[in-house]
């Protein structure tokens, strides 16, 4: 078991190890099969994990996150943070389930509060949260998954990776941004953050300090290739 991932008493892990021989790796949550606290998701490919971590390794004052990393790295990397601004004291009563309402949602088993959401309105309550090979952790229908009703890649926390969305979306009024981590223990958003200002993709990209203060862009886009003024490699 990698450091840093939820571990239980040193039996219990006996078991896990005997019971994860016999378990293949899944990449799917569906109602009725949650992902607790100790297990993870493995995409198709076997290159991205999601799961619960701790980045600190100090068990006084820990900060359990619920994320994606690269499973191929052995440095813990995560690539994104579900709760990024609300780390979880532990993980062992935790679990990402789909709600009866059908969001993907992290639960206290203790005390059944709901530590996170998706908090998408969902037009069908049977829904499936898929990690896909691209990394991004899609919430669809059950019956249809490329109907997806919430995405990881639509709320990025500090990396983007091939195929997120990067810009502003006429359908829902989101802005798509990526910020950066406070420092590697403490995941919760840092000063620097890229993407469009505000509605503006048609000037290009840009990367921001302190929220407000714009210190580099793409330059625009100039309309007919896909180049900015200020990045003629891209
Ligand atoms: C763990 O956290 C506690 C409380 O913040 C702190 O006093 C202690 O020094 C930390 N231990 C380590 C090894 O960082
Ligand atoms: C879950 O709830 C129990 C009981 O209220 C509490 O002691 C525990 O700290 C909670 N766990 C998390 C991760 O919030
Ligand atoms: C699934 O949804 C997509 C997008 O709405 C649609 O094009 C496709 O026909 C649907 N497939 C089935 C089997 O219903
Ligand atoms: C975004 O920009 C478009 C075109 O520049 C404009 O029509 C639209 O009203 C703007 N939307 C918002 C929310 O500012
Ligand atoms: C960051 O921006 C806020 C207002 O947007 C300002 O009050 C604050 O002084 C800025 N911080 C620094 C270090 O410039």
Excluded at 77 to 89: C, D, H, K, M, Y
């Amino acid at each position: 078991m990698s450091p840093g991932a939820c571990t239980l008493f040193p039996l219990f892990s006996i078991l896990i190890i005997i019971t994860s021989t016999c378990t293949a790796t899944r990449d799917t949550i569906s109602s009725g099969h949650p992902l607790a606290g100790h297990d993870k998701l493995v995409s198709e490919n076997g290159k991205f994990a999601l799961g619960f971590f701790d980045t600190t390794g100090n068990t006084t004052a820990p900060r359990w996150y619920l994320g994606i990393w690269f499973n191929t790295v052995s440095k813990l990397t995560p690539v994104w943070v579900a709760n990024r601004e609300s780390p979880l004291a532990g993980c062992a009563s935790s679990e990402l389930m789909i709600s009866g309402d059908g969001n993907l949602v992290i639960l206290n088993r203790s005390d059944r509060s709901i530590l996170w959401s998706s908090r998408v309105n969902t037009p069908t309550k049977k829904t499936i949260a898929v990690l896909l090979n691209s990394g991004n952790l899609a919430l669809s229908d059950a019956a249809n998954s490329s109907i997806v009703f919430w995405e990881s890649f639509s709320h990025m926390t500090d990396t983007f990776l091939p195929g997120a969305k990067l810009g502003w979306s006429k359908v829902t009024g989101l802005t798509h941004r990526f910020m950066s981590n406070r420092n590697t223990l403490d995941l919760s958003h840092g000063v620097y953050s890229a993407g469009p200002l505000a509605n503006t993709t048609n000037r290009g990209f840009f990367l921001v300090w302190n929220y407000s203060e714009e210190y580099w862009s793409t330059g625009p886009w100039n309309g007919h290739y896909f180049r900015f003024s200020n990045m003629p490699e891209q």
